[in-house]
């Protein structure tokens, strides 16, 4: 098949790459050529920037494609200039949604497709309005678009997160042995995906004419907690981990820059179902071992000097020192 990646150089965009590589197909790059990781030597690259509408269009448009993966589009407006490109000229258009449409604040937990829709962040808005008017493109025209939720989805290509936010000096922080902060009890779960597995997902839904029209939670089948997460990324690294937990609402009131993102994202549990992407496509099961992939991306980081020595910021050390000194009762 000859397939187009819009975006192609992020961290699920790479997986992706590297699961169509892996299964012969022709991949085509469109993006503006300016990721610090190359793409693949094999990989055709059409250069540009999608919001310059016409010139995106009139590239796109000048091939047939068997399939399109749109990973960057966050608007009703960039859906709207795919579909116009890609209108007549494509057998199956995939786009990258997320699960943030469905909050915060979240109608519950294990979450299907069908929850409400009550994102409050513009990130989560904006793709409420381009899956929206994906769909609407299906039912009035039957635009075969399918559309893929994924929640944290990790790998090379972008930071490792830990649950209060920050930058990637959390990761030095424990390579010196110091202690890092984790909000409230750290029991809050989520689910954490590898983004090789997240490119295995988007590869196998392509062509599948029976998932025309339909949504899917991308996410790992298992969720885990914070403090879970975080001692995975110490096994990764290979060293001892010591957590202090401060409720996020006394985070937030210390510093509330550097912590008020929790309320936002992080700081919820968030649990989605797995049942519907499991029945379309059973032979999707997440595959690499977590460890291993937290670990190739923190290897990441490395490479691009992105984990900062966290002896420029006595933040954390401040408030761990004064937790340690509250007075005990009883």
């Known amino acids: 098949m000859k397939i187009l990646v819009i975006g192609g150089t992020g961290n699920i965009s790479r997986g992706i790459v590297a699961a169509l590589q892996s299964r012969n197909h022709e991949v085509v790059l469109f993006n503006r050529g300016q990721h610090a990781d190359p793409p693949p030597p094999d990989v055709r690259v059409i250069h540009g920037d999608r919001q310059h509408r016409e010139d995106f269009e009139a590239k796109v448009s000048a091939e047939d494609w068997d399939a ?24 199956h258009f995939v786009h990258c949604s997320t699960v943030m449409t469905y909050g915060p604040p979240f109608s519950g937990i294990n979450l299907p497709e069908t929850a409400p829709l009550q994102g409050t962040s513009g990130y989560g808005l904006g793709k409420i309005a381009a899956d929206s008017l994906l769909l609407a493109a299906y039912a009035r025209d039957r635009f075969p678009v399918t ?35 984790s909000a409230g009890d750290g029991l809050n779960y989520f689910q954490f995906l590898s983004s090789r597995d997240a490119g295995f997902a988007f590869t196998e839904v392509l062509g599948r004419t029976d998932c025309f029209g339909e949504i899917y939670n991308l996410v790992h089948p298992q969720a885990r907690t914070w403090d879970e997460w975080h001692h995975v990324a110490a096994e990764a690294l290979g060293v001892d981990i010591e957590l202090v937990h401060v409720s996020q609402e006394t985070l937030i009131a210390i510093a509330p820059k550097r912590f008020g993102g929790l309320r936002g ?55 761990i020192a004064a937790v340690r000194n509250l007075p005990r009762i009883g």
């Open 147 to 181: 559309i893929f939720k994924p929640s944290y989805t990790h790998g090379p290509g972008m930071n490792l997160h830990r649950q209060v936010g920050g930058d990637g000096s959390w990761l030095d922080r424990l390579r010196k042995g110091k202690p890092i902060l």
């Open 265 to 319: 994202n992080f700081g919820h549990t968030q649990i989605f179902s797995h049942e519907k992407l499991a029945a379309a496509l059973p032979e999707f099961s997440p595959q690499i071992p977590v460890t291993e992939s937290v670990a190739e991306n923190i290897a990441w980081m490395d490479k691009h000097n992105l984990i900062p020595d966290s002896d420029a910021d006595d933040l954390e050390d401040g408030i």
């Open 68 to 91: 399109v993966i749109d990973m960057i589009s966050f608007n009703a407006e960039d859906a709207t200039s795919a579909l116009r490109a890609c209108q007549g000229r494509v057998g």
